[in-house]
């Protein structure tokens, strides 16, 4: 008899384990297709955030224009056009600054060069040091390639246009955004319950009102920060001093946190560049505007618009690159003001206890401070008008004496350039940190004594110290070569000049003038019209009382000199 063991049957797992099973597999091919399609769909996410926040920046400007009784479509392609057309324009100014910049650069190579050989040999005996490099500029490598590089940052104002026009999807969406932003949130609230709809129209103006404000913000601060540089790089004569104030305001209020540092790189670039000098002012006037800026400007502008802590801008930065990028960055600080007002607006806060805080304090060894009464408040606060008025009185006077003053042209002599009523303001502190240059609109004390009431008169600086000035034909020669004046109105010059008192040289001509050191030779514009040097001789420098230029009345023609 054959024993056979039977061998226990296998239990098959329970259904509802297969059935977990299968969810789960299913689940993660789902969750897989749903991540990747995101994933796909990532620039189109990035494309409909950044134009909600440019829906909610712009919102409200065509909001005020709609209450003007413009339509909301009109006014929404109204500020469209505004700002492609300044940010076209800010790429077309720096574009060719630029362009400028590199293409004086690669000509100066030969200079800087020499000058970096001469100190290694005269420092370390080293000699010959850039053969290499300079061998390869006469060659034209160094060359080709910068003037390329140049000719390509001369178009980059076009450039920017062309982008704008590429970025076509953004606009779309973002003008549907504002002209239809009514409509959309009846739409989105028509979907919740009126309590919900109460709570997302409130997040929705929070978003508006905060991320208007952070625009209005920044743009009130360019405005500042440009016009300030602007005033601050005439006075030191720095090249392309508009541009660069451009560059500054724009770049240091719109890109968080680093803005400021790289605002300041191109000015001190550009100054080095002209002179040494000009490079180290340039670098002083960038880090004292940003400590006014800081302290005074920023506090009472934010205030009213968009007020946030620096460590939580910080903090919103770093979070928005790590997660969205550049774009992420830029849109760090209106997010977080946002969340910052809903919570605001939303949480629920309770009273503290007086006492509490009074026991805290006492625990870290502070003493309460007393209260002050009325009066004493009421005194603290004139007196603190009084300094207010006392300091604006000090600064007006210490600027009118050492910085800058406004003056009137009473004559002709200026004409094209100045006409009489005209006002101008005048650089006082110009030819304290540089030397007079050719071209320069000057005002200096009258060398014939106040003549007729005359103390100050204003002309052009022709000739410098050292030059033979020649006058022939009425058109003014410097070293024998012809000096080009595109300044000049069309006008009959005709004639030449008597040798005038105060020049030097050997040489006898009477149309020829060699200008004596620490003096300068000026003339009108109006050359029929003028007495200048041309008549009382060259005028020592020291007698200059600042440069113009800056023409502020008529307003018609507000401008540069």
Same mark, same amino acid.
């Given at each position: 008899m054959n024993d056979s063991s039977a061998s226990p049957a296998l239990s098959r797992p329970p259904?509802?384990? /297969? $059935?977990? /099973?299968?969810? #789960?597999? /299913?689940?993660?091919?789902? !969750?897989?297709?749903?991540?990747?399609?995101?994933s796909s769909l990532r620039s189109l996410f990035i494309i409909l955030l950044v134009s909600l926040f440019l829906s909610f920046a712009i919102e409200p400007a065509v909001n005020r224009m709609e209450n003007l009784r413009v339509r909301r479509g009109v006014a929404t392609g109204i500020m469209f056009l505004l700002i492609l057309g300044a940010i076209g324009g800010f790429g077309v100014a720096v574009g060719a600054l630029l362009a400028e910049q590199l293409t004086e650069f690669s000509d100066n190579i030969p200079t800087y060069l020499a000058d970096i050989d001469t100190f290694l040999e005269d420092q370390f005996g080293v000699e010959e040091a850039t053969a290499d490099l300079r061998t390869n500029y006469e060659d034209g490598a160094i060359a080709s390639y910068l003037g390329s590089f140049a000719d390509d940052l001369a178009r980059f104002g076009s450039t920017v246009v062309n982008v704008l026009f590429q970025l076509f999807t953004i606009g779309l969406f973002t003008f549907y955004l504002v002209a239809e932003g009514p409509k959309l949130r009846r739409s989105v609230c028509s979907l919740l319950s009126a309590q919900k709809a109460r709570r997302v129209l409130v997040v929705w103006d929070l978003a508006i009102a905060k991320t208007g404000g952070y625009i209005l913000s920044r743009a009130a601060l360019a405005i500042i920060a440009g016009v300030v540089h602007w005033v601050a790089f005439e006075f030191i004569n720095l090249p392309s001093a508009l541009a660069l104030a451009l560059w500054v305001g724009v770049v240091s209020q719109f890109i968080p946190v680093i803005g400021t540092y790289i605002a300041g790189v191109l000015p001190v670039v550009v100054g080095l560049l002209d002179e040494p000098s000009t490079g180290l002012w340039a670098l002083v006037i960038i880090v004292v505007y940003q400590q006014l800026e800081n302290y005074f400007f920023a506090p009472r502008i934010t205030a009213h618009t968009m007020e946030i802590h620096p460590a939580v801008a910080f903090g919103s930065v770093i979070a928005g690159n790590a997660l969205l990028?550049?774009?992420?960055?830029? !849109?760090?600080?209106? +997010?977080? #003001?946002? !969340? $910052?007002? *809903?919570?605001?607006?939303? #949480?629920?806060?309770?009273? *503290?206890?007086?006492?509490? !805080?009074?026991?805290?304090?006492?625990?870290?060894?502070?003493?309460e401070r007393p209260r002050r009464g009325a009066f004493a408040t009421t005194v603290r606060g004139v007196l603190e008008w009084v300094g207010v008025i006392a300091g604006a009185f000090v600064f007006a006077l210490v600027v009118k004496t050492f910085l800058f003053q406004a003056y009137y042209i009473p004559s002709p002599s200026m004409e094209a350039t100045l006409e009489i009523s005209d006002r101008i303001i005048v650089n006082k502190l110009s030819y304290q940190l540089h030397d007079v240059n050719r071209g320069d609109v000057i005002v200096f004390k009258n060398p014939e004594g106040a003549s007729r009431g005359v103390e100050d008169l204003i002309k052009r600086v022709v000739g410098l110290p050292g030059e033979t000035v020649q006058v022939q034909g009425g058109r003014v020669y410097i070293d024998k070569i012809l000096l080009l004046e595109p300044y000049l109105a069309a006008q009959d010059i005709t004639g030449s000049f008597r040798k005038p008192p105060g020049?030097?040289?050997?040489?006898? #001509?009477? %149309? $020829?003038?060699?200008?004596?050191?620490?003096?300068? +030779?000026?003339?009108? %514009?109006?050359?029929?019209?003028?007495n200048d040097s041309r008549v009382f001789g060259p005028i020592p420098v020291d007698s200059i009382e600042g440069r113009a230029f800056l023409r502020v009345w008529p307003l018609g023609r507000f401008g540069r000199l």
């Open positions: 259904r509802w384990v /297969i $059935q977990s /099973i299968l969810v #789960a597999l /299913i689940g993660y091919g789902l !969750l897989g297709y749903v991540l990747s399609m995101i990028g550049v774009v992420g960055a830029l !849109l760090a600080l209106p +997010f977080a #003001a946002t !969340l $910052q007002a *809903v919570i605001s607006a939303t #949480a629920e806060r309770y009273e *503290v206890d007086e006492e509490t !805080l009074k026991e805290s304090r006492a625990r870290r060894g502070r003493k020049c030097v040289g050997i040489n006898d #001509a009477p %149309d $020829q003038c060699t200008v004596a050191d620490g003096y300068v +030779f000026v003339m009108g %514009d109006n050359r029929p019209n003028s």
